[in-house]
């Protein structure tokens, strides 16, 4: 097993050019580069102030801090690898103090435990593990988004759209990744 450090930067906001150092096992982790988060964060620019921002299947973080650089209220981030999780209170914890909640865990099995309404939620799990469309079933489920959520889903570019009743809002496509902005009802 060979374990390699990655860095991703924080692009915009009050922590922009901020380096987030993580651990990635096996290559296996795959942060939203640059350019798609550039995009994301320009379609969310004016909707982040004091939100409740979630992050699932966390990864690097890279979303979380952005939103959190960007002046979300709070943002609790899910991952399930506990190297990852301890990665993330390492470097989360002391610039966004006690502004970021980092939950060990399967994302899919917090959800139905989980405390909202929230108003910003990223889902960008590993494409082939397909928790796509069940993150948006939970989320609608058990009622975790506050009226007029923004709900962001990226997935591969020839997986299907998830089937929601959220209105599509944005929608672009880079490389093999397509990103998806909704806005929920």
Not at 125 to 132: E, F, L, S, T, V
Request: net charge positive.
């Amino acid at each position: 097993m060979s374990t390699k450090k990655s860095t991703v930067r924080i692009i915009g906001g009050e922590h922009r050019g901020r380096k987030l150092q993580f651990t990635d096992q096996n290559g296996d982790l795959r942060p939203t580069g640059d350019r798609m988060r550039e995009t994301l964060f320009n379609w969310l620019q004016f909707e982040l102030r004091e939100k409740r921002v979630l992050d699932l299947f966390a990864g690097s973080g890279a979303l979380g801090a952005e939103a959190l650089s960007r002046g979300a209220a709070h943002a609790v981030l899910v991952e399930k690898k506990a190297e990852r999780a301890a990665d993330l209170s390492k470097q989360l914890k002391p610039v966004f103090a006690e502004r970021v909640f980092i939950q060990l865990a399967d994302a899919l099995k917090w959800l139905p435990r989980a405390a909202g309404p929230f108003d910003v939620v990223f889902i960008d799990p590993p494409y082939d593990i397909g928790a796509q469309q069940p993150a948006c079933d939970l989320l609608i489920e058990h009622q975790l988004l506050a009226p007029g959520a923004w709900i962001y889903v990226e997935s591969r570019r020839q997986d299907d759209a998830p089937n929601v009743s959220w209105l599509l809002q944005r929608e672009k496509t880079m490389g093999d990744a397509v990103a998806r902005l909704y806005r929920a009802s």
